[in-house]
């Protein structure tokens, strides 16, 4: 086969990096790839979603860099689909269409009160601590003493150690000079972790419950009862696969926890469990407390255990709440959505139409806009890999028509009639080079431009120079 393809990825995060590079690896088809981002900087969630005190995890850069140095791959920052392209266009530039665009918003609660002022989405101050440019005017309240995080998967986490942590610690990381300096005025001395079922089905990780308790300046509390397993619990963890062992090692962590007492730190940080969120209370229209109901575990016909109430309740006072229940997918314009799932429909990566279930010729999907806001980074290979399999066996199936707009020039000349200020992966690494140099004067890896303008300004001017 000696024809050249032609895909296009929409989303520069992990599943479509991973997807460009099982692609252009492929032994049966010669594929160019040009990946789109709305965003004039690549990477998604590495970049905004990636704690700024997990350097080791955004070191999967590196390896995204080498995709992106492959000959036949290119970058086009700033062009989102929906506002600078459409799928129509896109149709006609390419044999095939990747969207790896992620799950961008929040899941809802339903809660009395979740609207309340003060009461935020985790997602939010994510974007905003990690200098997401559509999350730099969120304001977030630290002048208050408490607050509390719903939920307790890794964002939960994340969310919750980066209120707890000293900033001067923080102060090392890139997190943005903006987040650092209200960081450092923040009032905030108790937070609430609240989980609605057990230790045993928590869905942080062991290195995430173990950096949490062992906070310089701040202490982990953990109550005996929440951890005292009920015998289901019990006997789940008794017939885990040895091979899954995080649930047994975060019982094992969380239990030397309930041993230590309260502490002498400033901070504390209480690991709560078997407890859901029912309301949250105001006062003129501001957080000031939430109203908890504590559960019991209850066998599903699945098999798992499902928190239930007991009708007895607690009010905790907090000022600020963060809603950590998940991420969510958001519909892409003419592009199948499930609005349910918050995911493109799909068979294993080929877009389904949504009403039918057959596959659309030419759309496939990977990552979370695929199976749904799930897995660390590195789950997005085996998932981007089964996509692009089909994907290939597909184009050598279906020759698509050759044709004059297939080609890297046409879409070049596309963006360039429409007056379209894209970025490429060379300006990318201009700006990267820049945000480094910046960061080392200040003893941290990078200090991030987090406004739109900004970037390409930079840009502009180290190309005019
Ligand atoms: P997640 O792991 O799915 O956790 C969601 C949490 O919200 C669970 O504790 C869940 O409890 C809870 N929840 C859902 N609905 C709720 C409700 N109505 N009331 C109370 N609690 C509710 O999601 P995530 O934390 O957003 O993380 C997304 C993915 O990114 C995960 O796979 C995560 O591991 C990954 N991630 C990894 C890292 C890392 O590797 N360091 C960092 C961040 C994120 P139930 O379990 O009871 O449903």
Request: glycine fraction near 10%; aromatic fraction near 8%; charge should be positive.
């Amino acid at each position: 086969m000696n024809q050249t393809y032609r895909v296009a990825i929409i989303g520069s995060g992990p599943s479509g990096f991973f997807a460009a590079e099982e692609l252009m690896g492929h032994s049966d088809a010669k594929i160019e790839v040009d990946m789109f981002d709305a965003l004039p900087t690549p990477y998604g969630l590495v970049r905004g979603g990636v704690a700024p005190d997990h350097p080791k995890i955004k070191s999967v850069t590196l390896v995204y860099e080498r995709t992106a140095s492959r000959p036949g791959f290119r970058f086009f920052g700033n062009v989102a689909l929906g506002r600078e392209i459409s799928i129509e266009d896109l149709r006609k530039f390419y044999d095939a269409v990747i969207f790896a665009h992620g799950a961008r918003s929040d899941r809802r609660m339903g809660l009395p009160g979740e609207d309340l002022i003060g009461s935020q989405a985790a997602t939010e101050f994510v974007g905003w601590y990690n200098g997401h440019p559509d999350y730099q005017e969120q304001k977030f309240d630290f002048s208050v003493e408490s607050a509390a995080v719903i939920g307790n998967g890794n964002v939960a986490m994340d969310v919750a150690r980066i209120l707890a942590e000293d900033p001067e610690r923080l102060a090392r990381t890139d997190l943005t000079e903006q987040a650092l300096a209200a960081l450092r005025k923040s009032n905030i001395k108790e937070i609430f972790l609240l989980g609605r079922r057990g230790p045993v089905q928590a869905a942080f990780t062991n290195p995430e419950i173990r950096e949490l308790c062992e906070l310089p300046g701040c202490d982990a509390i953990v109550a005996p009862e929440e951890v005292n397993l009920d015998p289901e619990s019990q006997k789940d963890l008794a017939n885990l696969d040895p091979k899954f062992s995080t649930a047994r090692n975060n019982i094992e962590v969380l239990l030397r926890q309930s041993k230590k007492g309260r502490g002498e730190k400033t901070k504390k940080i209480h690991i709560r469990f078997l407890v859901s969120p029912v309301e949250i209370l105001g006062d003129n229209g501001k957080v000031k407390a939430v109203k908890v109901e504590k559960n019991k575990l209850m066998r599903e016909p699945d098999g798992s255990l499902r928190a239930k109430g007991t009708g007895r309740y607690e009010t905790i006072p907090v000022g600020l709440i963060l809603r950590s229940v998940g991420y969510k997918g958001v519909a892409l314009p003419n592009v199948p959505y499930d609005a349910k799932s918050g995911i493109v429909p799909n068979d294993r990566g080929r877009v389904t139409d949504g009403k039918t279930r057959d596959p659309i010729q030419g759309l496939y999907v990977v990552g979370w806009a695929k199976r749904g806001p799930s897995g660390v980074i590195g789950t997005n290979k085996p998932d981007s890999i089964e996509t692009v399999r089909l994907l290939v066996q597909d184009l050598k199936e279906n020759q698509g028509a050759d044709s004059p707009d297939k080609t890297a020039a046409a879409v070049s000349a596309f963006l360039d009639a429409k007056k379209i200020q894209y970025t490429t992966f060379q300006d990318w690494k201009v700006l990267d080079a820049v945000e480094t140099e910046r960061g080392k004067a200040k003893g941290k890896p990078r200090e991030k431009f987090t406004r739109i303008f900004e970037m390409l300004e930079v840009i502009r001017s180290k190309k005019r120079a």
